[in-house]
């Protein structure tokens, strides 16, 4: 390490397993790294969906920009359209249209080759409406032991639970909410106007001679109903602008809504990887919760693994991502059973040394195959 003083001193006496010894050494290499490209210390991948300042066009991106999965083998800056971070660009700028000369991009900074890019998705079930996508730059995947002990578990088993969808019960949602008071103005405009059919047909049945008194209420009635339906109306308008968006913001929701009517839906939230890293560093977390000792323990099961992983089931690029939340996230709509399936077909055995087949290093597939380095191995190329 670089310009870094004490660097014989142990960092502390508490006890700190191999994760947080080998997060500090992280820490440390990134902050070389920054040192030397002179880049800002305090820089953070900020996926701000209100600054469109950050975003690039497409035509100033540099000549040597990654897109997606552009050479997995290198690090750098990575490029994200804005439009699936904030949906709400295209709406709020006329001029930004779907074609790549107009199309802006995000930046993503990947210092190490541990760096990779998540996708995460959270979006409701009834309407598909998703804040946008969010994507963070991550160094190493952490996958949690189930709270069942087996014998063995494979690797291919957590990294399908790390990526199947979670369903979050009894949600507010902004849309929902308001596409519920749009009917219900709606409904209410139609009975106005289904009242002023029935004053005005006994005005016409009224007898000149007949008392005064039910001709001034109907028109006072009228008039009351008249100024409710133009209140009603420019509400009605104001909830149907809000709703053209591709992504209601808290700000516009709040205007709108009012305490005693919310909308409460349930929700999916689920992970994928944008954007594998060169070196994949995978933390195997097992500790669990016990239900019937309400107390955490440690799942000691072993786990399967090859030399070599097969990431395809669970990689999206940026063109094969769902804005819609009730869609699979995946375009390929690849179900975790179907990526098991897939996986044990293409792998051989944990307990089968021989070499993998032709099928297992098809053109497909080979992108996405990964050379699996542990941590600690990783960190001994690192200190030495």
């Known amino acids: 390490m670089i310009d870094e ?3 014989d001193v142990v960092l502390g006496y508490a006890q700190q397993d191999a994760q947080e010894f080998f997060q500090a050494i992280l820490a440390k290499l990134e902050k070389n790294v920054k040192q030397i490209e002179h880049i ?15 975003s690039i066009p497409f035509e100033k991106l540099p000549s040597d920009a990654l897109l997606g999965h552009d050479h997995l083998d290198k690090v750098g800056t990575v490029f994200i359209p804005t439009d699936q971070i904030n949906p709400n660009l295209i709406k709020n700028n006329e001029s930004i249209n779907s074609s790549n000369t107009n199309q802006l991009f995000t930046p993503f900074k990947l210092i190490t080759p541990l760096d990779g890019i998540i996708a995460e998705r959270i979006g409701c079930l009834n309407c598909g409406e998703n804040g946008g996508i969010r994507y963070s730059v991550s160094s190493s995947l952490s996958l949690n032991l189930p709270n069942y002990t087996n014998d063995s578990i494979s690797l291919y088993e957590l990294l399908s639970n790390y990526t199947q969808p979670e369903i979050i019960e009894q949600v507010n949602c902004n849309r929902c909410t308001l596409a519920s008071m749009y009917d219900s103005i709606n409904s209410k405009l139609k009975e ?3 009242e002023d059919v029935n004053i005005n047909q ?14 001034k209420t109907s028109m006072a009635i009228n008039d009351s109903n008249n ?15 809000v709703l053209s968006k591709p992504v209601i913001d808290d700000d516009s929701f709040k205007t709108l809504s009012t305490s005693n009517m919310t909308c409460q839906t349930s929700k999916s939230k689920q992970l994928l990887i944008s954007r594998p890293p ?18 955490i323990r440690k799942n000691n099961s072993r786990v399967l ?15 094969e991502i769902n804005l ?15 990526k098991i399936n897939e996986s044990s077909e293409l792998l051989p055995t944990p307990s089968n040394s021989q070499t993998p087949s032709a099928d297992f290093l098809d053109s497909k597939n080979e992108k996405y195959l990964i050379q699996i380095q542990m941590n600690y191995l990783m960190m001994m190329m690192m200190m030495k």
């Open 5 to 7: 003083k004490n660097q």
């Open 227 to 241: 100024k409710l339906k133009s209140v009603l109306t420019e509400r009605l308008n104001t909830i149907s602008n």
């Open 324 to 338: 819609d939340a009730r869609l699979p996230m995946n375009k390929r709509d690849v179900t975790p059973d179907e």
């Open 278 to 295: 060169p070196l994949l560093s995978i933390h195997i977390n097992r500790s669990v919760f016990d239900p019937t000792t309400y107390q």
């Open 305 to 319: 693994f090859e030399s070599r992983l097969n990431l395809n089931g669970f990689c999206c690029n940026i063109d």
């Open 40 to 54: 800002p210390l305090k820089e953070k991948n900020k996926s701000n969906q209100n600054n469109i300042l950050k």
């Open 202 to 215: 006994i005005d016409n049945n009224t007898q000149e001679d007949e008392n005064s008194t039910i001709e």
């Open 192 to 194: 106005l106007t289904s």
